[in-house]
Structure formats: C-alpha cells, structure tokens
C-alpha cells in the first residue's frame, strides 16, 4: 500500500512492537522474584498488587506496567483495578519510598472516644519524614477505641505517646492472634458432622432441617435464611463455589474478627459443612487488609487442615481486601475476588445463579457460619429457643460507645437495646445519660433513647426507618452532639462511595454537602434521600441516607440546632 492510499483510506501497516510503555527487562525479572509464590492468573491481581506493595513500600508505575505485561492484561485494567483500592499507594518510579503509615480511625466510636484530637496530636508530634499521619474509616477494634494503627501493629486505646513508643521500638508488625489448635478442637468432637456427612452417615436433608429448624439467617446484614440459599445453591449446576464475606466494613462491627480470632476452628468447621452440602469445589475467604493477625491465624490453620487431609491443598482460598467498604456487598466482593474493581453487579442474576467466575455462589457471613456447628450439636429446635421475644437463637452484637463494658455480646435475638446495656454491657458509662443509639452502624440509622426497648432483630427497626444489619450497637449519650454524629457517618458514606451509579456518587456528596449548609433545608434533603433510594445500584446509596432522615425524625431539636464539631 502506498503512503498515497494509506492517507485516504486510514489502513496502515502494523508498527511492529506492541504500543504503549515499554516494560523495562530488569523490572519485569524483579517482579518475577517477588511474585515466586503466586500464580500469574488475572483473578490474583490484587494478590500481586500487596505483595508488590508489602515488598517495595508501595507501588510503582514501572512494576504496574510489568505486572500488566506478566498477566498479559492492559496495563489500563491494572491501574483501575489498583487506584479502586484505599490501601494502594501509588507511586513515580522517581518519588522517594513514602514515610511509615500511620492511620487514625476516624470511625464514630474512635471519635467519641477522643480520635480526632488524637490525629491533631500526631500530627503536631510527627515529622512527615517519619511518618504520614492519615486519617482511615473504621478498623473494626471499636471496642478498644480510640485505635491507631503503625504499620501493621494495632494501638489499642491509643495514645500520641503509645504511638511514639511502637515507632521508636519499630514495630510495625502485627501482634499474632491465638486460637485453639485443630487438635484441641477435634479432641471435642470438632469436624464430626463434617465427616459424617461427607461419608454419608449423616444425610443432607438433616444438616438442611436442622439449620432451618434454628431459624439461621444471613448475619452480615441482609437476614434471608440460611437454609433457602442453602437449598436454591445447592440444587444448581455444578462446578459451584461457597465464598465467606468476613469483610465487615461497617462502622461500628468487629464481631467477626473476634470470631475468626478466637473460635477460628469452629469456623473453618461450618464453612466446610456448608461446601459439603452444597457440593461446592472451592471455598474463598474475602477477609479485611485491616486484620492482618486473623490473617495469618487463617493461613496457619488452613495449611493443619490441608496437613490433617481434612481438605485438599488450595480447596480454600484466602483472598486478601483492600481496603473498600463497598466490598462487603456480596457481588462487588466477588468482583473483587476476580481481580477487578469492587463494582455492584445489576441484579437479576444474582450470585446464586451466576456468581464467582459465572458459577452458581454461596455467599456466608462469618458469624452465619461459626453457628452451624453450635446448630448440628445442639439440634435446631433448640438453638431457636434461645431467642426472645419470638425471634429465633442468639446472635452477636457488636457494642461500643458511652457503655461501661463494650465488645461482642452474644444475646438472645430480639434482645432490646436497653437489655443489652444493662445486662450485658454493665450499664452506661459513669456520667452518661442514654440519648440515642445506632442500631445497624452507620447505614442502620439513629434511634431515640424513648425506641430502646425495640427488638434488635430482622424485619422489626424498619417499621422505624432503621436497620439491624450487621447488629452494630453504638451507644450515644447526652454529653454527645447526635448532629456531629450524622456529619461523620455522611463523610464516611461520601468517602466509601464506589463511583459507579450517578444516584449514590452525587448524592452522598450532595447530602453531606447539605448538611453542612448553615440551614438544613429539610425538603430538599428529604427528596434527596428518596431518589437514592429508589435509584441506587446496591444498598450503600439505598442506605447512605439513613443517619439523615432518622435524625430528623427522632432528633430535630439536636439537627436543627446542634453543636458542629465532631
């Protein structure tokens, strides 16, 4: 072809090498070497990109492009994929390695507990060659607030010269979780029913009766039963998956950590008695970056499992967030697990039908998962029984705030608000008059000390404009600015926004926008928050609202005339 034809008609000849960055061959090498033990495979990236960053301080743009050419992916697809991400740092192969990361949760129960004068103090304490001192969404330790973490080590109720301390002794790692050994649970009868069923001496439909017999709901927020998903799952075609979402972002919920830190065996127990029904040939663990000690407590005993020939090696995947609140929603975790940003999926279809790599998915909450054992032992009739006012078993509630003994209580379902501070919390803290409480952390809503008698349960605080979600309890008392309250769970909602849909992207900005107007116009955001309702993609738009509406129903006295600060 000519130069003539090619100008008219557009066609060229190919360049002869593929366009863009080229990939500089002693880089690609060393990425090669730090990523030895990882397979190249696409739905590993965000894989790669933490062991990049855990080896190198953060990420740079030379080892993205490699990465990109190793995986033979757009080096575009990488960058979207690593810039999603709040726990990502990207850096110019030029720029310095950045200084130690020092996150201060800025969550509502670090706030109420001294959090931002905390950061104002390290920051005034801390030179920026030393540290960086960044403020960072809920940690999920919000029993032990105020919570910094150095590194990767965790200052529980924390304080500038605690931090100071852990940088001059430089620890950075984190202090490791211990848990009853597999041995010490089998000694138990741990593992029993798994074998039973696997082998046929207990049959499928009794594990099934028994689970829906206790009445067993998801836990991680929605609350649809456990056995019909069970059940739609199970009858799917094959290959199907199981995946645990133990990413409890929500602010205000830590019940999960605990329960992978302390009861680690019983749960690996009901995760495996779950992929035993439903037949499926792989399980996965989407767990939080921000618990790295369960982290590696999992590792540790996934690895006695796959020794003890209780599971085949790789039969559980533990897959490692990144810090977004938007994947604890069950189809942007598993767009996460396949490499990709933590983008909602339009539903119809749902996970179950079409979920991880296309495959019919089972998707659990951790404590969901931790019950069934407790279920098969004690029988499903009685398990219900231990719950109250006609709920069915127990549940845990994650319990911070103005409350004399914070943590997870395990209670009966249904419980009140008040029961729970009185009976299981010791009462309010000293000086600390009831005002208000979160019963679902911050998508949950706000309610009045006068609805404490409520039950915390599924189907029973929406009748109010609430939720129970994830049974994140924050405790609110009158020495407390419920409008300060509101601000920080809208500038939580703004931040953790994942962009995708024009409802929740503009209108999470909007509302807090609003809010912090000199004058509420009530109106404007009461149309605000029905559009996000109706019109957003998944349920954090649905949701984000919440704090808002509820405040000014239940609250209008502190809103329309309340202190600012936080």
């Not at 072809?1 to 557009?10: F, H, I, K, P, V």
């Not at 924050?474 to 703004?494: G, K, N, Q, T, W």
Request: glycine residues 10%; aromatic residues 6%; proline residues 5%.
């Amino acid at each position: 072809m000519s130069s003539t034809e090619q100008a008219t008609t557009g066609r060229r000849k190919g360049r002869g090498q593929r366009r863009g960055r080229r990939v500089d061959p002693a880089t690609r090498d060393a990425v090669v070497e730090l990523l030895a033990g990882l397979p190249l495979r696409r739905d590993l990236l965000l894989e790669h990109l933490h062991c990049l960053q855990d080896a190198r301080g953060c990420l740079r743009e030379g080892d993205l492009v490699a990465l990109a050419d190793l995986l033979r992916i757009g080096v575009a697809e990488v960058y979207e994929t690593a810039t999603f991400y709040a726990h990502f740092d990207l850096r110019a192969d030029h720029e310095p390695t950045p200084a130690l990361a020092v996150r201060v949760c800025d969550g509502l129960s670090c706030r109420l507990q001294g959090a931002l004068q905390l950061d104002d103090s390290l920051r005034e304490l801390l030179p920026p060659s030393d540290a960086r001192v960044l403020r960072a969404p809920c940690m999920g330790r919000c029993d032990l607030a105020p919570v910094v973490q150095v590194g990767k080590r965790h200052a529980d109720r924390a304080s500038a010269a605690d931090v100071q301390a852990l940088i001059d002794a430089q620890a950075f790692t984190p202090l490791p979780a211990v848990s009853e050994s597999l041995a010490a649970y089998r000694a138990r009868g741990g593992y029993r029913h798994l074998l039973a069923l696997r082998d046929g001496s207990l049959p499928a439909e009794a594990v099934l009766a028994e689970v829906e017999a206790a009445g067993l709901r998801g836990m991680g927020g929605a609350g649809f039963s456990t056995a019909r998903k069970w059940r739609l799952v199970g009858a799917a075609a094959a290959p199907r998956y199981l995946v645990c979402n133990a990413d409890e972002g929500e602010p205000g919920t830590f019940k999960d950590r605990l329960i992978l830190e302390a009861q680690t065996h019983q749960f690996l127990d009901g995760l495996l008695l779950a992929a035993a029904y439903i037949g499926a040939a792989r399980c996965w663990i989407y767990l939080r970056d921000e618990y790295p000690a369960a982290h590696a407590l999992l590792s540790r005993e996934i690895a006695a499992l796959e020794a003890a020939n209780l599971i085949a090696p790789g039969f559980i995947d533990l897959r490692r967030g990144a810090g977004a609140y938007i994947c604890g929603e069950e189809s942007a975790l598993i767009e996460s697990i396949e490499g990709k940003r933590g983008y909602p999926r339009q539903r119809p279809p749902y996970v179950a039908e079409a979920g991880l790599f296309g495959r019919p998915t089972l998707v659990n909450n951790v404590e969901t998962l931790v019950l069934v054992p407790t279920i098969l032992a004690s029988g499903g009739a009685q398990f219900a029984a231990l719950g109250s006012e006609g709920f069915a078993g127990l549940r845990s509630y994650s319990v911070s705030g103005r409350v004399r003994q914070p943590g997870v209580k395990q209670a009966p379902a249904g419980i009140s608000a008040r029961k729970l501070i009185d009976e299981y919390c010791g009462g309010m803290a000293d000086g600390h008059q009831l005002l208000a409480y979160l019963p679902g952390g911050a998508s949950g809503g706000i309610l009045p000390a006068s609805l404490a008698d409520l039950p915390l349960h599924f189907g029973e605080l929406e009748k109010h404009g609430c939720l129970i979600g994830s049974a994140a309890v924050i405790v609110l008392s009158d020495r407390d600015d419920p409008r300060a309250a509101v601000h920080a769970m809208l500038e939580f909602f703004a931040d953790e926004s994942c962009g995708q849909c024009t409802p929740c992207r503009i209108g999470t900005e909007k509302m807090l926008a609003l809010f912090e107007a000199p004058e509420l116009d009530v109106a404007l955001l009461s149309e605000l928050a029905t559009v996000m309702r109706d019109s957003s993609i998944c349920g954090l738009g649905q949701a984000a609202p919440n704090p808002v509406t509820t405040a000014l129903q239940y609250l209008p006295q502190h809103l329309l005339a309340g202190k600012r600060d936080a």
